[in-house]
């Protein structure tokens, strides 16, 4: 039996290194819509992208995180997912909804051959304040939203060993 999803999960590893290669834009749509429809907590789909292009933007944004935000600096494309939190309803499951569709666009950019890294963003701090305060006051998000994280986009410039089957640890899998 082919499982074409293992195919691209076994390729997928976090890629920090990026060529100056502009992504094409439709691709980066491609990827979006499938962040887009990833399940969320009742239904309620309260994640939102930011996608971000300017070099000088994306530099701004990696400041905001004071140990480990350079890493995005060579992408072409970063997305900030930001999830609702202002009510009691979104807020209570918005790590899971926001990991989740994180996950989605991590596995389709491996499926268009685009490198692609989560840069953790919650409980982390920035210059002054919060990494979350200080991207949110960058790029103008509004109240009632909170940065879980980032993900870099951008053609590989680095190569990592994909994963085999062999790699696949069922000692971790338990039945009943």
Same mark, same amino acid.
């Given at each position: ?13 976090? %890629?920090?290194?990026?060529?100056? +290669?502009?992504? $094409? ?6 990827? !979006?819509?499938? &962040?887009?429809? =990833? ?38 494309? %970063?997305?900030?997912?930001?999830? +609702?939190?202002? $009510? ?6 918005? !790590?899971?909804? &926001?990991?989740? =569709? ?38 103008? %998000? ?35």
């Amino acid at each position: 039996m082919e499982n074409d999803l293992l195919q691209v999960a076994l390729r997928r590893r976090s %890629v920090r290194k990026y060529s100056n +290669k502009e992504l $094409n834009e439709v691709i980066i749509n491609e990827i !979006i819509k499938v &962040g887009l429809l =990833a399940p969320s907590s009742f239904g309620h789909k309260p994640v939102r992208f930011v996608v971000i292009r300017d070099k000088d933007k994306i530099k701004q944004v990696g400041e905001c995180k004071r140990m480990g935000g350079s890493q995005i600096n060579s992408a072409d494309t %970063v997305i900030a997912v930001i999830v +609702k939190t202002a $009510n009691k309803r979104d807020a209570e499951f918005w !790590i899971e909804d &926001g990991a989740i =569709a994180s996950a989605y666009i991590l596995l389709a950019a491996e499926q268009y051959g685009v490198g692609a890294c989560w840069v953790h963003i919650r409980n982390r701090m920035g210059r002054n304040k919060t990494s979350d305060e200080e991207i949110r006051a960058l790029l103008n %998000v509004p109240d009632g939203y909170t940065v879980l994280n980032l993900i870099s986009l951008g053609e590989k410039a680095e190569q990592k060993r994909a994963y085999t089957k062999q790699d696949i640890d069922y000692s971790k899998v338990y039945w009943d």
